[in-house]
């Protein structure tokens, strides 16, 4: 190893190449025949449809045509493959091309399988690792039933004889043998996947587990009184709605031992959100916007930090919105009356994405516009009060310039002990 030179690496790193756009070109190629044997054998399943229904010598021709061509990019195809071709052996069926790859949430098993010869079966010589193929095959294992054996030890005191045994750990049912995983099968096969529960003693029976249809009935009906909260809490909030759609639907009910059969109703309700325009909101977006147009950069990068580091603790928000503008620093130089804010700010208010139930308003303490800075303009002060008052949060975007306005912050503290703290701070 040792005695290769740079251009014998060049060199081979070159054949290399050569030898990946070879096998490029050539799987190209086999795709192609591929295709074109489908379209054929296609074509020919067709032909002879209908030549079973009526003879006819010009189907005929075709049909053998056809099949000296199959046979002939067959032939073609399992030369470049290496594959032996057998007019008996009917050619497995391929997927597409297109399949998405699985999940990376599913675990997975891997087979490292080596060569069986410790070392090169040409010339003897030791060998180093080149590369590997990989390939994925989706499986599915059998849902297997699981015996929890729960084991309480008593123990007796050796001086006055008392017993003390572990309390027993709770169940869904009282005394019952199914645990929670087992009922949630259930109810899901039932009402999700509509699967009776004869059907599913059936099931079950298969895997050597005999549940009847009357014990798997009682287990639905206690499920239905643990989940009675739930539906108390679901009833009360479609029954709140301003607006309600409701639906009576008549199904025939036919009792075990009866032959006749009853009416029975379903009443289906449904609360309406959308508003009087008919719009309905989607998705619960968190928007931030700034008043001047130099804070764009910060404001996009704190967007960014809010995607990787919070949202995925907060699952109730889909996503962060940076609502930037083009007006610079001087909002009260380009748009006196702060058009630009209070617009957006507006939109947001009426967008039906956004929640609107948290405002965080950041100032600064003397800021270079009249807008922005406590010292320079008493009425963003006095707006902030009012902002705080109404469930508001307001955070001082430049903690530099927090001494200028001590005085005013400090009244404006969420308690005494921020308030004592911002003085020990800026003592």
């Excluded at 489908?38 to 449809?49: T, V």
């Excluded at 790859?101 to 060569?115: A, I, T, V, Y």
């Excluded at 008052?389 to 002990?417: K, Q, W, Y």
Aim: with cysteine; glycine share 6%; proline share 5%.
């Amino acid at each position: 190893m040792n005695d290769i030179s740079s251009d014998d690496i060049f060199l081979l790193k070159q054949r290399l190449a050569e030898q990946e756009a070879l096998i490029h070109a050539l799987q190209e190629k086999l795709s192609n025949r591929e295709r074109e044997i489908d379209h054929l054998q296609a074509q020919l399943d067709k032909l002879r449809r209908m030549n079973f229904g009526s003879r006819s010598e010009k189907v005929s021709r075709r049909i053998a045509q056809m099949e000296a061509d199959l046979n002939r990019l067959q032939k073609e195809s399992n030369t470049l493959t290496g594959r032996v071709y057998d007019p008996a052996v009917q050619r497995p069926l391929r997927q597409t091309r297109t399949r998405k790859p699985f999940p990376e949430s599913l675990p997975r098993d891997e087979k490292r399988l080596l060569p069986a010869a410790p070392c090169c079966p040409n010339c003897g010589g030791s060998r180093s690792y080149l590369g590997e193929d990989t390939a994925e095959q989706l499986e599915l294992m059998r849902s297997a039933f699981r015996v929890i054996r729960t084991v309480r030890e008593k123990h007796a005191c050796t001086q006055c004889d008392a017993i003390v045994q572990a309390p027993a750990p709770s169940r869904p049912i009282e005394r019952g043998i199914a645990g929670p995983g087992l009922l949630a099968r259930v109810l899901t096969s039932k009402y999700a996947e509509h699967t009776p529960l004869y059907r599913q003693s059936e099931i079950y029976g298969r895997q050597g587990v005999e549940l009847s249809r009357s014990l798997l009935s009682g287990w639905v009906d206690a499920c239905c009184r643990l989940l009675s909260p739930l539906e108390e809490a679901l009833h009360g909030y479609v029954m709140t709605d301003g607006k309600l759609h409701a639906d009576d639907t008549p199904v025939q009910v036919l009792l075990p031992g009866n032959k006749k059969t009853k009416t029975g109703r379903l009443w289906a309700y449904v609360r309406d959100d959308r508003n009087a325009d008919g719009s309905v909101g989607t998705k619960n977006l968190l928007g931030i916007t700034t008043s001047v147009h130099c804070m764009a950069d910060v404001e996009d990068y704190v967007v960014k930090i809010i995607e990787r580091d919070l949202l995925p603790k907060y699952l109730s928000i889909d996503g962060v919105v940076d609502l930037n503008h083009l007006y610079s620093c001087g909002v009260a130089i380009n748009v006196p009356a702060a058009v630009v804010p209070i617009r957006t700010i507006h939109n947001i208010a009426l967008n039906p994405n956004f929640g609107g139930e948290v405002m965080v308003v950041g100032m600064q303490c003397g800021g270079s516009d009249a807008f922005s800075g406590v010292t320079t303009n008493p009425a963003v002060g006095y707006d902030s009060d009012l902002l705080v008052r109404c469930g508001a949060t307001v955070m001082f975007s430049e903690v530099t310039e927090v001494r200028d306005a001590i005085h005013l912050l400090t009244p404006r503290a969420i308690n005494e002990e921020v308030g004592r703290r911002l003085l020990e701070e800026m003592a």
